[in-house]
């Protein structure tokens, strides 16, 4: 079973444009973490949140994590062709890592 | 630091044989997750191993094993077959146990195809 949701489930942009993904779970968590998979490759980690954060960038990327709601959020700014990905978030509730199906993003030149 | 490999990159198996996989985590790790990945169900948990044991299982049938040796590297096994086994095989490694807010490192995959 997929502890994490991801909405919307396919995003089109436009390259500059800002891309947000959410991610809504069920149980009690240590982190949430985001990852992204270019086509038939591994998964490549791009930010954890621990459940004590609210907030975290990284480059481009800024982070949400509201626990009160079970939720989070994944911006991307100023989106590239190079975006064009599979991002998916995670959560650790402490012996695992569960994923959520993803959001299927193209940033389009 | 080279990163996680996984070999073979593609494998193509009949309904009944047996199949063994495997991962070699980065330099250091302790810790080499596996994941299923098809197209139905998304990244299913398979199991986790930690200094060679075993700490965590997913929901998978008993075709599905592993282990994992000294130096880290780890392999799964799936006997018997089936055309549902058809998938993107994940390993993943990181430094301490899941659970430590440590990142997970994914190799390429092993794409599995049943016929």
């Known amino acids: 079973s997929q502890q994490g949701e991801e909405d919307p489930q396919a995003l089109s942009i436009q390259e500059g444009e800002n891309a947000t993904m959410n991610c809504s779970y069920k149980?009690?968590?240590?982190?949430l973490q985001w990852y992204r998979q270019n086509s038939g490759r591994g998964l490549v980690h791009l930010i954890l949140?621990?459940?004590?954060?609210r907030e975290k960038h990284s480059g481009r990327l800024r982070v949400t994590l509201d626990t009160s709601k079970k939720s989070s959020s994944l911006l991307i700014t100023a989106s590239r062709a190079a975006d064009t990905a599979s991002y998916f978030c995670?959560?650790?509730?402490?012996?695992?890592?569960?994923f959520g199906g993803g959001t299927r993003v193209l940033v389009k030149p | 630091k080279a990163g996680v490999t996984q070999t073979p990159r593609y494998l193509i198996k009949t309904r009944g044989q047996q199949v063994t996989l495997s991962c070699s985590p980065i330099s250091g790790h302790r810790s080499v997750s596996w994941y299923q990945q098809t197209p139905g169900q998304g990244l299913q948990f398979l199991f986790e191993y930690f200094s060679e044991t075993q700490r965590n299982k997913g929901n998978f049938p008993g075709r599905f094993s592993g282990r994992q040796f000294s130096n880290s590297r780890s392999e799964m096994n799936v006997s018997t077959l089936e055309l549902g086994d058809s998938a993107l095989y994940l390993c993943a490694s990181s430094p301490d146990r899941v659970g430590d807010n440590s990142p997970l490192h994914f190799g390429n995959g092993t794409r599995l195809t049943v016929t």
């Open positions: 995670a959560t650790d509730a402490g012996n695992k890592l569960t």
């Open positions: 949140i621990r459940s004590n954060e």
């Open positions: 149980t009690s968590i240590n982190n």
